[in-house]
């Protein structure tokens, strides 16, 4: 059985910082890539980051580029994202994924994730 949990979600304000954390839980798990997604009211969940869990290589969306940064623990059953920076249109609700693909360097899809946490809210206000 496959869990992702999130937290560290909250509301802040713009220039102010949070870190989130997904736990990884599954006997057999072993994702070759983890990303976090995002969703505000009204839109599509778009790509955040992800990490090749192996060789540690990252992806970011132009838009969180340079002020959030992807990393995971030594044993590789932690995801994290730092963002730094934040500005009101990053409010949204942020998952974490997983999938047993290899991560692509220039995007992430939303259905290339198999395995999705319940979400956490980030809200920055102005």
């Known amino acids: 059985q496959v869990q992702l949990v999130e937290s560290g979600g909250g509301s802040v304000e713009a220039g102010g910082s949070l870190r989130l954390s997904c736990a990884v839980s599954g006997y057999i798990y072993s994702p070759k890539c983890m990303g976090w997604f995002r969703q505000a009211p009204g839109k599509e969940r778009e790509g955040v980051a992800t990490?090749?869990?192996?060789?540690?290589?990252?992806y970011y969306a132009d838009s969180v580029k340079g002020r959030f940064t992807i990393s995971q623990n030594n044993a590789k059953n932690t995801v994290y994202l730092q963002m730094n920076s934040l500005k009101p249109e990053d409010t949204a609700m942020y998952y974490c994924?997983?999938?047993?693909?290899?991560?692509?360097?220039?995007?992430?899809?939303?259905?290339?994730?198999?395995?999705w946490g319940q979400g956490t809210q980030v809200t920055v206000s102005s």
């Open positions: 990490i090749e869990t192996a060789a540690g290589g990252t």
């Open positions: 994924a997983a999938t047993s693909w290899y991560c692509t360097d220039d995007y992430a899809r939303v259905v290339d994730f198999g395995y």
